[in-house]
């Protein structure tokens, strides 16, 4: 991550509010993504990640202040089990930053889009173990599964994508 300590503090203080996307799964649904998958919307960053980039960048032109990386239900575990080695599944959790941040970056580079707002905020989303399942045990924790193996799920992504370039983490379910 960039730097320690809420970063929404200043978005606060300067416009009393932090307007977050509107959701990257459900705009790419609108858009006729197929997300039926157990990967959900992780899986357009295997299909078409431009895209994934560009929902990105028109939520920071309607005006988010912090943008979400498309890996609610993006795991390691869940991309070796789509097919995927555990490097591409790395690779894939990269691409997601890389895409967030590279879209933030090309909007705050032009000048016009610094008028009265401060630089957008890149959030990792990071789903609940649940997520992996595509089950819908997300929404009620019942997962049968022990702490160890809990942590051990978790573990890895969560070195990555705070040892990335984004912003904050951002739990979600």
Same mark, same amino acid.
């Given at each position: 991550?960039?730097?320690?300590?809420?970063?929404?503090?200043?978005?606060?203080?300067?416009?009393?509010? =932090?307007?977050?996307d509107g959701?990257?799964?459900?705009?790419?649904? =609108?858009?006729?993504?197929?997300? +039926?998958?157990?990967?959900?919307?992780?899986?357009?960053?295997?299909?078409?990640?431009?895209? =994934?980039?560009?929902?990105?960048?028109?939520?920071?032109?309607?005006?988010?202040d912090c943008?979400?990386?498309?890996?609610?239900?993006?795991?390691?575990?869940?991309?070796?089990?789509?097919?995927?080695?555990?490097?591409?599944? =790395?690779?894939?959790?990269?691409?997601?930053?890389?895409?967030?941040?590279?879209?933030?970056?090309?909007?705050?580079? +032009?000048?016009?889009?610094?008028?009265s707002r401060?630089?957008?905020?890149?959030?990792?989303?990071?789903?609940?173990?649940?997520?992996?399942?595509?089950?819908?045990?997300?929404?009620?924790?019942?997962?049968?599964?022990?702490?160890?193996?809990?942590?051990?799920?978790?573990?890895?992504?969560?070195?990555?994508?705070?040892?990335?370039?984004?912003?904050?983490?951002?739990?979600?379910?």
């Amino acid at each position: 991550m960039t730097q320690p300590g809420n970063p929404f503090i200043a978005f606060t203080s300067h416009q009393g509010v =932090v307007v977050l996307d509107g959701g990257v799964a459900t705009t790419l649904e =609108v858009l006729g993504y197929d997300l +039926n998958d157990e990967l959900w919307s992780a899986k357009i960053l295997l299909e078409n990640p431009e895209a =994934v980039r560009r929902v990105h960048t028109n939520f920071l032109y309607a005006g988010a202040d912090c943008i979400t990386t498309c890996t609610y239900q993006a795991s390691i575990p869940g991309f070796v089990a789509h097919g995927l080695s555990e490097d591409e599944g =790395v690779g894939t959790l990269d691409q997601a930053v890389e895409l967030a941040t590279r879209a933030r970056d090309a909007f705050w580079s +032009n000048t016009k889009n610094r008028n009265s707002r401060l630089r957008p905020l890149v959030a990792a989303g990071i789903g609940p173990y649940g997520a992996h399942r595509a089950d819908g045990s997300e929404y009620t924790g019942n997962y049968d599964v022990g702490y160890d193996d809990l942590y051990a799920f978790h573990e890895r992504r969560w070195m990555i994508l705070a040892d990335s370039p984004v912003d904050l983490l951002a739990c979600e379910t």
